[in-house]
C-alpha cells in the first residue's frame, strides 16, 4: 500500500446517518460544530466498512465540514491534529503497540518485534505488502495495569508476550478475530491468579 489514492466522492450511508442525527442532537442548536471529533470517527468507520480500511480521506471531511456546518479548513485542522485519525488508507487490520513506560517495561518490545516478524512489518508506520497489517507506535492506551498492551483497531489485548502476540497475528492472517481481554486470562484488573480480597459479598 506505497500508493495514496484520494477517493473523488464521499457520501454518509444509512447507517452513518442514523449515527450523525443521535449525537447531533445531544449539542444546544448552534454548537454543532462540537459533534466534528465523534462524525470524523464516523466517517473513519464507514470507510472501514467500504474498503476495509479505516481512514478519513479530504473528502469525508468535507462531508463532516457540510454536515455540521463548518468551514473544512477548520475540520481539516482537527483531523490531522489527532492521532487516532489516520489521514491515508492503512492495512485490514491497524497495529498499535504503546510503548509507554509500564508497557516498555512489561515487555512492549518483544509485542514491537512479534508484529514485525509475524506481520510482515519493517517497523512504525510500515503496512505489510499482503495489506493486512499497518504498524504505529501509541502512547499511554490506559490500560498499564494488563500491560504490555496492542490495540488491533479498537480492541485492547493485554498481557501480551512474543508468543502471544504471533498466535494473535497469525488467527487475524486466518480470518479470525480473538476475544480482546486479557491474554492470560486475568480478571478484569485483578492479580495474576485471581482476586486475592473481597472474596466474600455480603447478601451472595
Known amino acids: 500500500m506505497t500508493e495514496h489514492h484520494e477517493p473523488t466522492s464521499f457520501a454518509f450511508d444509512a447507517e452513518s446517518n442514523a449515527a450523525i442525527e443521535q449525537i447531533v442532537a445531544r449539542y444546544p442548536a448552534g454548537k454543532q460544530a462540537s459533534a466534528v471529533i ?3 470517527y464516523i466517517v473513519q468507520k464507514q470507510m472501514k466498512r467500504m474498503t476495509d480500511s479505516g481512514w478519513v480521506p479530504r473528502v469525508g471531511m468535507d462531508a463532516v465540514a457540510a454536515r455540521l456546518g463548518m468551514a ?19 492495512g485490514r487490520f491497524h497495529l498499535q503497540v504503546c510503548g ?35 504498524l504505529s507506535e501509541v502512547e499511554c492506551l490506559g490500560g498499564c495495569v494488563n500491560a504490555p498492551i496492542l490495540a488491533v483497531d479498537d480492541d485492547y489485548y493485554e498481557d501480551l508476550d512474543y508468543d502471544s ?16 481481554g486479557s491474554v492470560i486470562g486475568r480478571q478484569t484488573s485483578a492479580p495474576v491468579g ?11
Open 194 to 204: 485471581g482476586p486475592t480480597t473481597l472474596l466474600d459479598v455480603a447478601g451472595e
Open 38 to 40: 465523534p462524525l470524523l
Open 72 to 90: 473544512p479548513i477548520r475540520v481539516y485542522e482537527v483531523a490531522t491534529f489527532y492521532f487516532m485519525f489516520n489521514t491515508k488508507p492503512i
Open 165 to 180: 502476540t504471533v498466535k494473535l497475528i497469525e488467527a487475524l492472517k486466518r480470518g479470525e478475530r480473538p476475544a480482546p
Open 100 to 134: 509507554t513506560t509500564p508497557c516498555w517495561l512489561r515487555g512492549s518490545d518483544a509485542v514491537l518485534k512479534a508484529c514485525k516478524d509475524a506481520g510482515g512489518l519493517k517497523g512504525y508506520g510500515d503496512t505489510s505488502a499482503d495489506g493486512n497489517f499497518t
